[in-house]
């Protein structure tokens, strides 16, 4: 597992529940520009359109190669999650009011972008300094 990049901030910011691995649909260039360690996880989020979850404002630099002339690196990403754990999501975002954070971006031992997130509660400003 290659670990591309990682919200230091999402545990801080969260007291996070329960975390969850979800697949990204990118492109070829996207692809080579993360094996090359130039993505940004810091200020993303996760929010959901038309039955699907999307990462959004997530930062992956343009690749040097790439023949792509109107490339947005801060494009919205769907997560590949099935339809039981998008379900379940969405059921604790808008029953519990809990928040979807993006932690972790890396590479599986297969070779395939991955994206872990977690659930979780915004804390308090009394509960960071506790942290």
């Keep these: 597992m290659k670990i591309i990049a990682a919200n230091s901030r999402a545990n801080y910011d969260y007291s996070i529940d329960q975390k969850i ?5 990118l492109t070829g260039p996207e692809v080579k520009s993360l094996r090359v360690n130039t993505g940004s996880i810091r200020g993303s989020f996760i929010n959901e359109k038309n039955g699907e979850l ?8 343009k690749y040097n190669n790439a023949k792509d002339q109107n490339y947005d690196p801060n ?9 039981k754990q ?9 029953n519990t009011g809990l928040s979807i954070i993006p ?10 972008a991955k994206l ?16």
Excluded: M, P
């Design 21 to 25: 691995e979800a697949g990204l649909v």
């Design 54 to 61: 999307w990462l959004s404002n997530c930062y992956i630099k």
């Design 75 to 83: 494009r919205d990403r769907k997560l590949l999650i099935t339809k």
């Design 86 to 94: 998008f379900n379940k999501i969405i059921g604790a975002t808008k």
């Design 103 to 112: 932690i972790t971006l890396y590479f599986s031992d297969k070779g395939f």
């Design 116 to 131: 872990t997130f977690g659930l979780g509660k915004g804390k308090k400003k009394f509960d960071k300094r506790q942290t």
